[in-house]
Each structure stands twice: as C-alpha cells, then as structure tokens.
C-alpha cells in the first residue's frame, strides 16, 4: 500500500455524542432495534467530524465500545465483571478503574467485536479516506485482570489474551481491513520497569500471521484514562529494542511532552514510519493551523515527509467534542499548510 507523504490520522476513539452518553445509561428503555440504530448514528457522527477536517485516515471513533478495554473483557468468557474500583471519590485518576477476577479459562468464542465494528464502519463511511481498526494488545488487555493460581502474574495472562488477539486481528484481515493498529501504551508505561524485548517478544507472537497481510501500527503513549498519564512518561527505556517491533508505524505521544525526545523519530524513520502526536488531547487550548504547521516543520528535520504521519497524542474519548472536532480540523489543515510548502499538496 502506497501511503502519501504527511498522512493525517487518528488513534481511534472519539467523543460520544451526549445523547449516546445518556442512552448508554439507561440501556433499559431501548430495544434491540433501538440500540442498533444507536450505533449506526453515532459512528455516523464521528465519521462525520473525521472526514468534514479532510483526515486521510480515520475510524469508527470507538463508538460501541464502553470503554477502551472493558468492552473487551465482556467478550471474554472467565472473568467476572465489575470489580469495585479501590477508590470512587476524589479527583479522578487511574485507580478508580476496577479491577476483574478471573474465574477460569480465558477465551473469547465470539471474537472481541473489532471485525463487527469495521464492517459497520465500512458500510457507513464515504469512499475516499482509509479506514483504520483498532484492538488492544494482549499485555495492554491484561492490566485490569488480577493473577490467580492458573495465571499467576500479568504474563501469564498475557499469553492466555494472546490468542484471542492474534484471532481478532486475522478475522479483520479476513473481513477486508487493511490497517489495523495494536495499541500498547501499557508497554509504553512500564517500560522502565520491564524488559523491553520481552515486549517485543509478545508483540512479534500477536501478530506474526497478518504481518505483510494489512498495514500494521502500533500505538505507545502514557495513559489518558480521565486525562492523566500514568508512569515515567520517556521513551528512552524502550529504544533500540523497539525498532525490531514487526509494525509499518510507530505512533509517539509527543505534543503533551512538549516534544521532549523528539530525536527519537529519526531513529524510527530509519526503520520504519512514524506517526507523531502533534494535538494535545489532555488540553483544551485549540492548536491553531499555524501552530500545527511549526511543528510539522519541527518534525521534518528529523524525518523525511514519505515516513511521517500526524495524529493527537491518543484517542479523543477523554476530550470534550466541540474541542476533538477544532482540533481534528486544524491539525489537517496545519499539515495541508506545509504540504503546500513542499508542492506535495
């Protein structure tokens, strides 16, 4: 697949409108019908505000799906759902996410709903943009599971999600998708702590049978559950070892990090493409196009145009929507600016 130099994508999630926040609530008053439609009319929506900015790539906005990993865990056969949160009160923060006890073997015979959600996003979307899935990595899907004595500790359960995993992303390539990304912030997160190559390990086990079958990504940020980040937010402890990670791109969260490490993405470049994070999802100052072109312009002195994209830091679930839809718009027309500059326009 021949990707246009400086493409404009998104991570995947989207604001819910407000009436699917509301309707989300109060399930019991629908239909069967009634949630369909639901569906279809929100994905509408987000499809909606991704091609009215111009992306060259975009997604369903993650609308059916809860939340970023427990609509995964509903999938799932052997966990039990709804663990209380440790904390409900106070400022919000990563710890009041629950955590889910496994009752036995995990599997997933339905699938994890991301093949479902790209055929609805392909019989709704207009032709012209890519259209681009997104599934959690098996290490990311762990971090909400507690170990028990059949799997004692968060590798375990990562090679049990494995699996189910590498099934989902084979069922999409199945189904016709031909970019998919594997989100891994988690390994972004702890990746001070860990051994890098053992993340590289369980990446290369996860996708092994589509490589060369889709255009791969991966996506490493710090965390954005109710806006905050969660670790040690460097990249360094996962480089050079990540280079070897059998993706197309790498996206970097960088606008939030002030571009600390920017560097990083001519080492990427070498390789492979790269996908920088240039909106900053956990603020509501709207980057104007002028300020989005300057860092495109920033960007290029590291990476040549054919190997870079331009994306927010994250998903935009956590952001307001007025605020998703003026950022999405003016990071594609702060890229059309330079690309104008360059006559790639």
Same mark, same amino acid.
């Given at each position: 697949?021949?990707?246009?130099?400086l493409?404009?994508?998104?991570?995947?999630?989207?604001?819910?409108?407000g009436w699917?926040e509301?309707a989300?609530?109060?399930?019991e #008053?629908?239909?069967? $019908?009634d949630?369909?439609?639901?569906?279809?009319?929100?994905v509408?929506?987000? +499809?909606?505000?991704?091609?009215?900015?111009?992306l060259?790539v975009i997604t369903d906005? #993650?609308?059916t799906?809860l939340?970023?990993?427990?609509?995964?865990?509903g *999938?799932?056969?052997?966990?039990?759902?709804? $663990?209380a949160p440790?904390?409900?009160f106070?400022p919000?923060?990563h710890d009041? &996410?629950?955590r889910h006890?496994?009752?036995?073997?995990?599997?997933?015979? @339905?699938?994890l709903?991301?093949?479902e959600? *790209? %055929? =609805?996003?392909?019989r709704?979307?207009?032709?012209?943009?890519?259209?681009?899935a997104?599934?959690?990595?098996?290490?990311t %899907?762990?971090?909400r599971?507690v170990?028990?004595? =059949?799997?004692p500790?968060?590798?375990?359960?990562?090679r049990?999600l494995?699996?189910?995993?590498?099934?989902?992303l084979?069922?999409?390539?199945a189904a016709?998708?031909?970019?998919?990304?594997?989100?891994?912030?988690s390994?972004?997160?702890?990746?001070?702590?860990?051994?890098?190559?053992r993340?590289?390990?369980?990446?290369?086990?996860? +996708?092994?049978p589509?490589i060369?079958?889709?255009? %791969?990504s991966?996506? /490493?940020?710090?965390?954005?559950y109710?806006?905050?980040? +969660?670790?040690? @937010?460097?990249?360094?402890?996962?480089f050079?070892a990540?280079?070897? /990670?059998?993706?197309d791109?790498?996206?970097?969260?960088?606008?939030?990090r002030?571009? !600390?490490?920017? #560097?990083?993405i001519?080492d990427? !470049?070498?390789?492979?493409?790269?996908? +920088?994070?240039?909106?900053?999802?956990?603020?509501y100052?709207?980057?104007t196009p002028?300020?989005v072109?300057?860092?495109?312009?920033?960007?290029?002195?590291? $990476?040549p145009?054919?190997?870079?994209s331009? !994306?927010?830091d994250?998903? %935009?679930?956590?952001?307001?929507?007025?605020?998703?839809?003026?950022? /999405?718009?003016?990071?594609a027309?702060?890229v059309r600016?330079?690309r &104008?500059?360059?006559?790639? !326009?």
């Open positions: 697949m021949v990707q246009p130099a493409r404009t994508t998104v991570i995947g999630s989207y604001p819910f409108p699917l509301f989300s609530r109060n399930l #008053e629908f239909g069967a $019908a949630i369909e439609e639901m569906q279809d009319d929100a509408i929506a987000a +499809v909606h505000d991704q091609v009215a900015a111009g060259d906005g #993650e609308q799906r939340d970023f990993n427990l609509s995964f865990y *999938y799932i056969e052997g966990i039990a759902l709804e $663990a440790p904390r409900r106070g919000p923060a009041q &996410r629950g006890e496994i009752t036995g073997e995990l599997r997933a015979p @339905r699938g709903g991301a093949v959600e *790209y %055929l =609805r996003l392909k709704l979307a207009p032709k012209g943009p890519v259209l681009k997104s599934v959690p990595g098996p290490y %899907l762990s971090g599971l170990p028990n004595g =059949r799997y500790d968060r590798y375990a359960i990562t049990a494995s699996p189910i995993v590498r099934a989902e084979e069922n999409l390539v016709g998708c031909r970019e998919i990304t594997v989100d891994e912030p390994m972004s997160c702890y990746g001070y702590r860990e051994d890098p190559e993340f590289v390990d369980i990446f290369f086990r996860t +996708v092994e589509v060369g079958n889709c255009r %791969l991966t996506h /490493l940020c710090f965390g954005n109710k806006g905050r980040a +969660v670790g040690p @937010r460097s990249y360094a402890p996962l050079p990540f280079l070897k /990670l059998p993706v791109e790498i996206h970097l969260e960088m606008a939030s002030e571009f !600390a490490g920017l #560097e990083a001519g990427i !470049a070498g390789a492979k493409d790269v996908a +920088v994070g240039i909106i900053d999802v956990k603020s100052y709207i980057e002028e300020d072109a300057a860092r495109v312009r920033r960007c290029l002195r590291y $990476a145009p054919e190997r870079l331009f !994306a927010p994250c998903g %935009l679930s956590q952001t307001a929507r007025w605020a998703a839809r003026a950022k /999405l718009q003016n990071m027309e702060g600016l330079v &104008r500059e360059l006559g790639l !326009a």
